[in-house]
């Protein structure tokens, strides 16, 4: 089978990884990808985002399936685009993209179908959302409605940081459009955990759980990124953890899309806080995680082809998900200055020093024109490994990190760390 895997960040290099374990894959594609992909991949020179070009390029090289990994050309509609063409696609259609791609959306969503998550109110005027601060505690969580490239996201502390946050959004508009409305939300205490569901029409079924650091610097300090480092499975999961989140959150999700004619095919991404009184929804995405998707794939044994195919014919209630019991953590190496503005271009050393069975998933790196390869992005590299042990685990993805190299290079020291401190109580590396 011919695929085509649209983005270029890790998360598409693992699954591309995956795809290439297949004895059903012919070809495999990527557009745009990066440095890295391109050893598994032939790389397409598209951007994930022009619609137009990659449903011509798809229905040209008559692709047998399209995975679409990041949220914009999900939320622009390219899976509609593609269907329109008769090609297979995995990853949901613009109607139900909108459960990332608006919060007021998934909000009235969640409280429609009585899936548990914050408290919310939502605002279209600034005057009338500044008129009503007082009202609220501290921090106040405030959201910009529409993608916002994961920084639409404000905690504020004091009812003057509100004022900017709201003024940013709604006054000088930094997100555009997807600040005009506002969503203030009720602040969740617990601990985070994300889980990822396939879902097609006959079912929703969930991957291994992960834990995802999303602050920049260790301690959960500094400003939120993309994501600085994961592990697989998550510590905070327990059986019957699980079974409540299945009974809670993911049957009456599933009915939902159901009840509203939402015809959702492809990965539910489902950001989760466990707190005091159970489980509760923080946001859904439409797609795979990113660093989620480096530590959770390696685990699977199953085919993700298969996986991804069964999906599109609504067979997934059929299929049988394999996973691996080992552990694993992915190490997160960025530019220095991420997430704020950093330099492009340095020269990486040390990537052929790596253990032959550790991943290095490429996020941001782009070939020197020299045979080098080159940091092109905020998140360079992801490294993940895997171990008997979660401290085994972990272990093994710091010492592969310290060999690779390049100018201004930072990562957290404390991914798989509950805390502060290893759960093994063992060789957790620190
Ligand atoms: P989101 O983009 O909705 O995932 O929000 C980004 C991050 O903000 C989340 O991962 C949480 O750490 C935090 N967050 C969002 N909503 C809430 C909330 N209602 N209470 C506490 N933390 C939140
Ligand atoms: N790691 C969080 C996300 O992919 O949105």
């Not at 269907?83 to 259609?93: C, I, N, Q, S, Y």
């Not at 930094?174 to 396939?198: K, N, Q, W």
């Not at 190496?333 to 991943?359: C, M, R």
Request: with cysteine; aromatic share 8%.
């Amino acid at each position: 089978m011919k695929v085509l895997i649209v983005g270029g960040g890790g998360r598409e290099h693992a699954i591309a990884r995956k795809l290439r374990q297949s004895p059903k894959l012919s070809e495999l594609y990527c557009a745009p990808g990066n440095a890295g992909i391109a050893a598994d991949a032939v790389c397409v020179d598209i951007a994930a985002d022009d619609i137009g070009g990659i449903a011509a390029f798809a229905e040209e090289k008559s692709m047998d399936l399209v995975v679409i990994g990041p949220e914009l050309p999900l939320a622009m509609g390219l899976t509609d685009a593609l269907a329109e063409r008769g090609l297979r696609v995995f990853g949901p259609d613009r109607s139900c993209a909108r459960l990332e791609a608006s919060k007021s959306f998934t909000k009235s969503f969640l409280e429609r179908h009585g899936i548990p998550t914050a408290k919310y109110m939502e605002f279209d005027d600034k005057a009338e959302l500044l008129e009503h601060i007082g009202q609220f505690g501290f921090p106040m969580v405030l959201k910009a409605d529409g993608l916002a490239a994961g920084k639409g996201v404000v905690m504020a502390e004091t009812p003057a940081a509100a004022e900017a946050a709201i003024e940013d959004m709604m006054g000088r508009r930094v997100f555009g459009a997807a600040g005009d409305r506002v969503v203030v939300e009720e602040c969740l205490v617990g601990t985070e955990a994300s889980m990822l569901c396939f879902v097609d029409g006959s079912t929703i079924v969930p991957m291994e759980s992960a834990q995802d650091y999303k602050r920049a610097f260790d301690g959960d300090r500094g400003p939120n990124t993309g994501g600085m480092g994961c592990y697989s499975p998550s510590l905070v999961f327990s059986d019957a953890l699980e079974d409540e989140i299945r009974e809670r959150i993911l049957a009456p999700t599933f009915e939902g899309f159901k009840a509203d004619g939402l015809d959702y095919r492809g990965v539910l991404f489902i950001g989760l806080m466990i707190t005091e009184d159970g489980p509760k929804v923080i946001e859904f995405n439409n797609r795979f995680g990113d660093p989620e998707t480096q530590a959770v794939l390696p685990r699977l044994e199953s085919d993700l082809l298969e996986i991804f195919l069964a999906v599109t014919e609504d067979r997934l209630a059929e299929q049988e998900l394999r996973w691996s019991d080992r552990r694993a953590v992915c190490v997160v190496l960025a530019s220095g200055g991420y997430p704020g503005s950093y330099g492009k271009g340095k020269p990486i050393s040390g990537l052929d020093s790596v253990d032959g069975d550790v991943a290095v998933y490429h996020a941001g790196t782009a070939f020197d024109g020299q045979g080098g390869t080159v940091s092109a992005g905020g998140r360079v590299l992801g490294v993940t490994a895997l171990g008997e042990s979660h401290g085994e685990a972990r272990a093994r993805a710091y010492a592969n990190v310290e060999r690779i190299r390049f100018e201004g290079a930072h990562y957290r020291r404390d991914i798989g760390l509950l805390g502060g401190f290893d759960p093994d109580g063992g060789t957790g590396g620190e």
